[in-house]
């Protein structure tokens, strides 16, 4: 295999610049030309020129959020003209592999390609951790640690003026992220979109906690559950007590990738590039256990991964 492409697509995550990096310099180590196209599959299909990598052009990246070959969400990639105009683009340019580096919905495209004859790796980078077959994806350890600092932060002022926060996390459809950072940042109550929330149950908690003389209350919603307006409303009306509202939003994408992703978006860029020289298409570099596996895209795009109950149920002792 000569002539690689990469991309990223859909949202950006931390370290997806590590993935870059590492499938580039995995690539020339095998006197592959690697190219990288601007702008997701928006780019690829609005027929954007290929940029050839060197070694030096992804030096002082590893470091940096965000991605370096921009990204875009491509609703116009799901039309099947686009997809096969597309296909015959790369066939034209010679291009014998593909890179695509993002969710689920990236991987959908990438599944497309495969099909219609493209040698197509997909590397899982997405916050939300949400895509089956792969224990982590790159972004989340970042996102989550992020989420963190947010709610050491808010439990300083909270602590301060005895008030419960209501802390909006991102995550699209899935709970991970609320779950991961809730048990870790030590929340009083998690509500995640795959767990109907007992309200009362939660309120509760919170005013047995005050009982014993806890000074803060922080509770953590997944975006796909509730708005944490709606919520806050909720337990203000059911506690009495002073209750304020924290959207954390995009800052959870941004910021400089965790020694985990970095780790992580090097060994899948690395992994993907191996991939398509052993001839391997339409699968993910999959982290399962401590190894990275290849797993069918189809298996990616198979649905939601499932949150495990057990963790949510130890969430709830743990913050009693
Ligand atoms: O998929 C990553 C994610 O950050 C989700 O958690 C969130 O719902 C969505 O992207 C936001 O998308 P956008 O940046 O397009 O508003």
Redesign the pocket.
Same mark, same amino acid.
């Given at each position: 295999m000569q002539k690689i492409v990469v991309l990223t697509s $859909? $949202?950006d995550a931390p370290g997806m610049n590590a993935a870059i990096r590492a499938v580039v310099r995995t690539g020339i180590y095998y006197q592959m030309e690697v190219y990288g196209i601007e702008g997701g599959f928006s780019g690829l299909c609005s027929g954007s020129e290929m940029k050839k990598f060197s070694l030096g052009s992804v030096a002082g990246i590893i470091h940096r959020g965000g991605t370096i070959l921009h990204t875009a969400?491509a609703p116009e990639f799901k039309e099947k003209a686009m997809q096969d105009q597309t296909a015959r683009r790369l066939k034209e340019a010679s291009i014998e592999g593909l890179v695509v580096i993002g $969710?689920g919905g990236s991987f959908c495209g990438a599944l497309a390609l495969h099909e219609l004859g493209v040698k197509t790796v997909g590397i899982p980078a997405?916050?939300?951790n949400d895509i089956p077959g792969t224990s982590s994806t790159i972004g989340f350890d970042t996102a989550v640690n992020t989420i963190l600092d947010a709610m050491n932060r808010l439990r300083d002022t909270a602590t301060s003026h005895q008030r419960i926060f209501i802390v909006e996390v991102?995550?699209?459809e899935s709970g991970f992220?609320a779950l991961a950072a809730g048990i870790a940042g030590g929340a009083e109550a998690i509500i995640v979109p795959e767990i109907k929330p007992d309200l009362e149950e939660i309120c509760r908690r919170l005013l047995k906690g005050i009982a014993r003389k806890k000074t803060h209350s922080l509770v953590i919603v997944a975006?796909g559950a509730a708005s944490a307006y709606d919520i806050g409303k909720v337990v203000q009306e059911k506690t009495k007590l002073e209750t304020r509202v924290t959207v954390l939003g995009?800052i959870?994408?941004g910021g400089s990738p965790s020694a985990v992703d970095r780790l992580l978006g090097s060994r899948m860029g690395a992994a993907a590039v191996e991939l398509l020289r052993q001839g391997q298409s339409g699968v993910m570099t999959a982290l399962q256990g401590d190894a990275i596996v290849p797993v069918p895209l189809s298996v990616a795009t198979s649905g939601r991964r499932e949150l495990s109950r057990d963790l949510y149920e130890m969430s709830g002792i743990l913050a009693m």
């Open positions: $859909g $949202g969400r $969710g997405t916050i939300d991102m995550g699209r992220i975006e995009h959870q994408r």
